[in-house]
């Protein structure tokens, strides 16, 4: 069955990501979108732009927590105030009337992070009000922030506002960060199977990748320095009572994260890409941090923290039967040479590593995570098994073949090993070439 990618950045309305054919030549039929709290509460605009324009594959979308914290409250850290919860909470309705699969937070991200676990819980409250809602979060402390809730309670928050809005509960990523959470796999496994034990309905997604990818000014900048938004953090910068404390905090971080040389940008920018915050902090003779601080004066940058999972943790977690697959890849821009490679390998990369590289895991496991767990957990009744009356979404491969080409070096480059590809019944890929149809469809919840 065509597999699904339940953790995905793909960029479906861009010219340059509608065909999605970094996904295709995994075997991926559908992505999941508006996750990290970042998919916007007009969901029926993104949808008709898909039917109206065409998508190489299925797409689904969640209504994002952050982005609706920013349209009613900006960038600001505080509790809501009177009239704005109301706001919210309608604004989640209307995500989840036009179609939303359900709520997603980013917690780790502003202005997500300046929000309560009660905020929160309210706002998934509302969506379980539909049929079939989840709950998707990046969770507020996978391991590596600085001054943050650590990821023991993180997991914990998470659980409860499954728990107490009755919504279905997925880690998006679900993982540990930093040198200091290695080896912590059991850990990890363990909170979600006792809150499965005792009734809640607890999923995750991964990749297997050791390195993230996110933006400067999360890994760099305190959250109570980017309160506000970018022109009133650039103002503390500009401060010299505040910018010596921005300046430590960055240091902090950036320890927690390896250093400056672990930090490389997959940004667009030429004087950027592929080059490590320690060798453009040389390069302009400033320290890491105020190299962090002059960059963001142009704008925010996307950056890979490399070093960052465990691949001990990676293949711990992978065992578990509710753990599902992602790539957690965004669609590189034409001008985007560097990228992170999970975009074009993180399915085949996952089946080489433990399948044919390692006998970890049976074929037939890891395909389920690749396709009928996920469709399972997302309510596609008709998709993710080879039945009939089943939707066609189906991958051919050669297990052989069936690998990932992109390094960190050469991200760009696609699987190998998918010789057919259906989706919605057309022929997607064709003797291992691509063809130009755009036969995705946009999938709404189901009832």
């Known amino acids: 069955p065509g597999f699904i990618d339940a953790h995905s950045h793909a960029e479906l309305g861009e010219d340059y990501g509608r065909d999605a054919l970094p996904y295709r030549r995994q075997g991926i039929t559908t992505v999941v979108l508006g996750l990290d709290g970042g998919g916007t509460p007009d969901i029926a605009d993104v949808l008709a732009g898909w039917e109206t324009d065409g998508i190489g594959v299925n797409g689904l979308m969640f209504v994002g927590h952050g982005a609706i914290r920013r349209r009613v409250m900006g960038m600001e850290d505080r509790e809501p105030g009177g009239e704005d919860m109301p706001v919210m909470r309608g604004l989640v309705a209307k995500g989840m009337e036009e179609g939303a699969f359900g709520l997603s937070t980013g917690l780790f991200y502003v202005p997500g992070t300046y929000a309560s676990t009660e905020e929160v819980i309210e706002l998934a409250t509302v969506a379980s009000r539909y049929p ?118 960055t240091e902090a971080m950036l320890e927690i994260r390896g250093g400056a040389d672990k930090l490389m940008f997959v940004d667009p920018r030429p004087s950027l890409n592929g080059r490590t915050l320690a060798e453009v902090a040389a390069e302009r003779e400033l320290s890491p941090a105020l190299a962090a601080q002059d960059i963001l004066r142009e704008g925010n940058a996307s950056v890979m923290n490399l070093e960052l999972y465990d691949d001990a943790n990676t293949r711990r977690l992978a065992r578990e039967p509710w753990m599902m697959t992602c790539t957690d890849g965004r669609t590189p821009r034409p001008d985007q040479p560097i990228t992170h490679p999970r975009t074009f390998g993180a399915f085949p990369k996952k089946m080489r590593m433990f399948v044919f590289d390692e006998p970890l895991l049976k074929p037939e496991f890891v395909v389920r995570s690749f396709s009928g767990l996920a469709a399972d957990f997302y309510g596609l009744s008709n998709r993710g098994y080879l039945r009939e009356g089943y939707t066609a979404d189906v991958v051919v491969l050669d297990p052989d073949d069936y690998r990932d080409t992109a390094t960190f070096d050469e991200p760009r480059n696609f699987a190998t090993g998918v010789t057919y590809l259906l989706v919605n019944g057309e022929i997607s890929i064709d003797g291992g070439v691509a063809t130009e149809r755009l036969p995705g469809r946009a999938l709404r919840r189901p009832d």
Not at 194 to 212: K, L, N, S
């Open 132 to 249: 079939g809602a989840i709950y998707d979060t990046h969770d507020r402390d996978l391991g590596a922030v600085y001054q943050g809730v650590g990821y023991d309670a993180s997991v914990a928050e998470a659980i409860r506002i499954g728990e107490e809005s009755g919504l279905p509960v997925v880690f998006s990523h679900y993982n540990l960060q930093g040198a200091h959470n290695y080896g912590r796999g059991d850990d990890a496994a363990r909170y979600v199977n006792e809150a499965r034990e005792r009734g809640v309905d607890v999923w995750a997604a991964h990749h297997p990748y050791t390195a993230t990818q996110s933006n400067l000014r999360s890994y760099t900048i305190p959250n109570w320095a980017a309160a506000g938004g970018a022109d009133t953090m650039i103002e503390r910068f500009d401060d010299p009572s505040t910018s010596a404390g921005i300046v430590a905090d």
